[in-house]
T-cell receptor
Framework: KNEVEQSPQNLTAQEGEFITINCSYSVGISALHWLQQHPGGGIVSLFMLSSGKKKHGRLIATINIQEKHSSLHITASHPRDSAVYICAVGEGAQKLVFGQGTRLTINP | DTAVSQTPKYLVTQMGNDKSIKCEQNLGHDTMYWYKQDSKKFLKIMFSYNNKELIINETVPNRFSPKSPDKAHLNLHINSLELGDSAVYFC??????????????FGPGTRLTVT
């Protein structure tokens, strides 16, 4: 079993829908990262958080340290949000351990 | 200006060859990384360097040898390439300290295909 599990693995929704992607982890962490991998392959860091909640535009990330769980929400989803979203946890000082990714497709 | 750059973007080569992938960052970061993304899009760390010194070596075959001539560059040399080495390799950088607590900046990736 992977130390970082994401759900769902694939998600298809209509434009405008509210999206939730979940991440559960089994190790002690220093921080949790949400990354976005574009269809072209590039990876961009969306959020890094160790407690509470962060918001950037239509994206919201939350983390519950006690439950070892994080969620990434997208409000008013748009086709340009279609990408693979990857959760990664910081284990120790240097190492990131990655989830398997969630492939999101937003249809117009 | 590209923050983290990698060359080449695509690399097609035959089994048994030796090849290198170069990475440069202009962000002034102290720490650089190499990640491998397999065909199922799963990312895994290979190496981490801080200020030219190896910090993490994640059970990577010794055919893979990272080299950091200065803290802005981290190159990856691969000897005797095998079919299983086919993957996308990403370079990344971050500030040091509790580096997993700092945002990482990724290069565009190098797609390596071994035939």
């Amino acid at each position: 079993k992977n130390e970082v599990e994401q759900s769902p693995q694939n998600l298809t929704a209509q434009e405008g829908e509210f999206i939730t992607i979940n991440c559960s982890y089994s190790v002690g962490i220093s921080a949790l990262h949400w990354l976005q991998q574009h269809p072209g392959g590039g990876i961009v860091s969306l959020f890094m958080l160790s407690s509470g909640k962060k918001k950037h535009g239509r994206l919201i990330a939350t983390i519950n340290i006690q439950e070892k769980h994080s969620s990434l929400h997208i409000t008013a989803s748009h086709p340009r949000d279609s990408a693979v979203y990857i959760c990664a946890v910081g284990e120790g000082a240097q190492k990131l351990v990655f989830g398997q990714g969630t492939r999101l497709t937003i249809n117009p | 200006d590209t923050a983290v750059s990698q060359t080449p973007k695509y690399l097609v080569t035959q089994m048994g060859n030796d090849k290198s992938i170069k990475c440069e960052q202009n962000l002034g970061h102290d720490t650089m990384y190499w990640y491998k993304q397999d065909s199922k899009k799963f990312l895994k760390i290979m190496f981490s360097y801080n200020n030219k010194e190896l910090i993490i070596n994640e059970t990577v075959p010794n055919r893979f040898s990272p080299k950091s001539p200065d803290k802005a560059h981290l190159n990856l040399h691969i000897n005797s390439l095998e079919l299983g080495d086919s993957a996308v390799y990403f370079c990344a950088s971050s500030r040091f300290g509790q580096a997993s607590s700092y945002e990482q900046y990724f290069g565009p990736g190098t797609r390596l295909t071994v035939t």
